[in-house]
């Protein structure tokens, strides 16, 4: 206090001495105090700055891998659900078992004859394996399925039957019947094997596999202890197993082959025996096996039980002749039940119906259950970032070729699996919609879990935000809900799914409104278009049209007239649903109204010159790929673009096809519009679209038809038959005959296309034994992958007139 005192004496001495040094001195310490407080302040000012701008950016980069924060829609999963706790999911392999558990042991054949070193093991669902023809005969996704794989000389069954019960899932049995073509005598390795996923994490020590006794006995958390027993009938040499330590579930077959060692032994003119080895791994006595196959030499004709029992259920798993007997009364449950769903046995001959079930039961039986987390991008990611870790119930493609889930595809699926069980549709469009993150953004392709991963080319897996796919999904849960009303009354379990999937929904729909919007009012563009030089014309992968021509040169003046109709799809889904609802319908009414006005639609694409709808963007016809000379010796020529005639910004007429379709395939088009008579009478001439095996995804006077994008990529959407477009074009012109001008017409064309792509497909399965995943317009041979039992397969609906 005193000094304090003091120094403010002496300060004010001072002044009354000497006004005018005081005042100059005063005026320097206010300056500087002045100036100090405003560098201060401006230091502040951009630390702050700086800080909301680190905080905004770690935010944006945050966005694209945080979930929406609304209620799950799927609230039971796991054992809370028994009828589908185990089941048939991992359609990437032959014939495999798994529960819908993240951490769920999995069981999976092998087998490869012995001495054929050719031919190799089979395990994974490959193309290059050239078996004559795999798939299920029977499945109804719930309870049994048999599957028929044609491996020459081979005929292998694999089935099963599940008996229900229990706290921990149930028994089930899975039966392996071997045959040989001609009755002859063929001496092959069968392997069963159980396998426990580690990319969670160490399984050990609340998770383990062994064998004890001929038995292979697990324990994990959830089923506690359970047993797996080998039954069997026919001529078995050897039975030999092993206990080991598997990197991963998509090396198991690598694994297995390393712990082959020759025996001495030998079985006729055959070759040696290879038998297992105990993996030397295991000498530690804390590790733990986490990979057992089984392995049993044996000759056709054979087969082999593998019953799978828990110690919580008393009521025994099927086995021998019980299982026999059993099988039996299922097919005759499954196929009345399916006559009962679609009413083909009286349209079709008996072969036919044979393949419309097979088609069905391969889409069901295609179903997996996967668990991890995908990569995505956004912009404001310097790298790509892990999604959360998420399950993911879905339908695939393909088994061999696409063993994982896409989303529009889904959309497709769910039109024929909805039909059959509502509840498994649902089930699986609310394991989609949980994938939604904050921004309202689905990735459209899921790759999920090691053995996905291992299965997809390295460019492919990152997914980014920008990125959209079709809203098939969205249209059909809307037509779901127009089909089943009494399903999702109040009170009914479906409508509180419904309930809980509707934010979700509501997010997936704006975030279309507002990242895939053109520059013009009522504009829709897809993006993701990059031009890198070296493609004929840019693929839309978003679009799911891949390499359909749009406008030449990417740019954002672009207007895609296929995502503008899909948006008036998903407006009236959104209103039908909100309605349902009972849920405020304006907007989205609103919306489908004004992108439903033809006036509009017109002003945008519709080509008075050509008197067709088309894209709008910065596009010329003049490329052509050409050979570009090595610039080095060390370097390699390489094919290239050509622009010989510069793009100008107008309509994509020149490519007349799938998209030029939409206003009348989404049932945009009103029934008395001239617009739709023009595209009706388009549709019907062979020199265009038609074909007597569908319509084709390009017109053959496109300069583009069937000509490759690049020197390594062949075309894909440039003149083949699809089956999901010719699907939505008989919904269409079966809509269109109900009333209107052209209601006759649409009529004829519904039922000559109709016959058109259910005589080729089941023409072409009936040579070669597949599904396809597109038909040749030109011979209505089958081309691309196979099986490709998903949209494909819809084939079974168009049969039975149900749209």
């Not at 991992?90 to 495999?96: A, I, M, S, T």
């Not at 030999?240 to 330590?245: L, M, T």
């Not at 986490?290 to 025994?316: C, G, K, R, S």
């Not at 037509?479 to 009170?491: A, C, I, K, Y």
Request: proline share 6%; net charge neutral; hydrophobic share 35%.
């Amino acid at each position: 206090m005193v000094r304090h005192r003091k120094v403010g004496n002496s300060q004010h001495k001072h002044g009354n001495n000497n006004d005018t040094g005081s005042s100059m001195g005063s005026g320097e310490n206010s300056n500087w105090f002045r100036l100090s407080s405003f560098w201060k302040t401006g230091i502040g000012f951009c630390c702050l700055a700086f800080a909301i701008y680190v905080s905004v950016l770690g935010y944006l980069e945050t966005r694209v891998n945080t979930p929406l924060d609304e209620e799950k829609a799927v609230l039971e999963t796991g054992l809370s659900v028994p009828e589908r706790y185990w089941g048939t999911y991992r359609p990437g392999v032959y014939f495999g078992f798994k529960s819908r558990e993240p951490r769920s042991p999995v069981f999976g054949l092998m087998w490869y004859e012995i001495g054929d070193t050719h031919k190799g093991i089979r395990h994974w669902c490959d193309q290059n394996d050239n078996l004559m023809s795999y798939g299920w005969l029977r499945h109804d996704g719930l309870s049994f399925g048999e599957q028929l794989i044609m491996d020459k000389p081979l005929n292998i069954v694999t089935s099963f039957i599940k008996t229900p019960g229990g706290e921990n899932g149930g028994h089930w049995t899975a039966r392996i019947n071997v045959t040989s073509k001609h009755n002859t005598k063929t001496v092959l390795g069968l392997v069963w094997y159980g396998a426990l996923d580690e990319s969670l994490g160490p399984a050990a020590p609340h998770s383990r596999l062994w064998m004890e006794n001929g038995a292979m006995l697990g324990h994990t958390p959830q089923l506690h202890n359970f047993r797996l027993n080998f039954l069997h009938e026919g001529k078995l040499y050897h039975t030999s197993y092993s206990e080991a330590i598997a990197p991963g579930l998509h090396v198991l077959k690598e694994k297995f082959y390393s712990l082959l060692k020759p025996s001495k032994e030998r079985y006729g003119s055959i070759g040696q025996l290879p038998i297992l080895q105990r993996d030397p791994k295991l000498n530690d006595q804390d590790v733990y096996a986490n990979f057992v196959p089984v392995q049993m030499i044996v000759e056709t004709p054979f087969y082999l039980d593998v019953v799978y029992t828990t110690e919580d259920l008393p009521t025994p798993p099927m086995k021998g002749v019980e299982y026999t007997n059993e099988m039996e009364m299922n097919r005759m449950r499954f196929d009345f039940e399916f006559d009962k769903k679609f009413k083909l046995e009286e349209k079709y001959a008996e072969l036919d119906v044979i393949i419309a079930r097979a088609a069905f039961s391969n889409m069901i039986g295609g179903i997996g259950y996967f668990y991890g987390a995908g990569r995505v991008k956004s912009p404001h990611t310097s790298e790509p970032v892990p999604y959360w870790r998420a399950p993911l119930y879905t339908a695939v493609p393909s088994r061999s070729f696409f063993p994982r889930g896409f989303l529009w595809d889904e959309g497709f699926h769910g039109l024929l699996i909805g039909r059959w069980s509502p509840e498994i549709q649902m089930d699986i469009a609310a394991h989609w919609l949980d994938l939604i993150n904050v921004e309202g953004w689905i990735p459209r392709e899921q790759i999920l879990g090691v053995e996905a991963i291992a299965r997809v080319p390295k460019e492919f897996i990152v997914q980014s935000n920008a990125a959209a796919n079709p809203p098939m999904l969205l249209v059909q849960l809307a037509q779901l809900v127009r089909n089943n009303p009494q399903l999702f009354e109040p009170g009914q379990k479906l409508r509180g799914t419904l309930d809980r999937m509707f934010p979700r929904l509501q997010a997936w729909y704006q975030w279309f409104q507002t990242t895939q919007k053109g520059e013009e009012p009522t504009a829709y563009r897809w993006r993701g278009r990059e031009d890198d030089g070296l493609q004929l014309n840019p693929k839309t992968l978003t679009s799911g049209l891949d390499d359909y021509p749009r406008a030449s040169h990417p740019s954002d003046i672009e207007r895609h007239v296929d995502l503008r109709c899909w948006m008036y799809a998903a407006a009236d889904a959104m209103a039908t649903i909100a309605s349902h609802l009972h849920r405020d319908t304006t907007k989205f009414e609103a919306t489908r109204d004004q992108l439903g006005d033809e006036e509009l639609l017109n002003e945008l694409h519709w080509s008075s010159s050509t008197q067709t709808y088309a894209d709008y963007g910065l596009h010329t016809d003049g490329v052509r790929l050409v050979r570009q000379p090595a610039k080095s010796p060390n370097e390699q020529s390489r094919v290239v673009r050509s622009v010989s005639v510069p793009p100008q910004p107008k309509l994509v007429t020149s490519a007349f096809g799938y998209v030029s379709l939409f206003p009348m395939l989404l049932m945009v088009l009103k029934p008395e519009s001239p617009k739709l008579g023009k595209i009706l009478e388009d549709l019907d001439k062979p020199e265009l679209l038609w074909s007597k095996y569908g319509l084709r995804s390009l017109s053959k006077s496109s300069p583009l038809y069937m000509k490759r994008n690049t020197e390594h990529d062949p075309p894909y959407w440039r003149g083949q038959v699809w089956l999901n477009i010719n699907y939505l074009a008989l919904r269409a012109l079966k809509h269109y005959s109900q009333a209107g001008t052209y209601a006759k017409r649409a009529a004829d064309l519904h039922n000559r296309l109709r016959d058109n792509v259910v005589r080729n497909v089941l023409a072409e399965y009936k040579r070669n034994g597949y599904l396809w995943e597109q038909y040749s317009g030109e011979d209505g041979k089958g081309s691309g992958c196979k099986p490709f039992t998903g949209w494909t397969a819809l084939v079974v609906l168009i049969m039975a007139g149900e749209y």
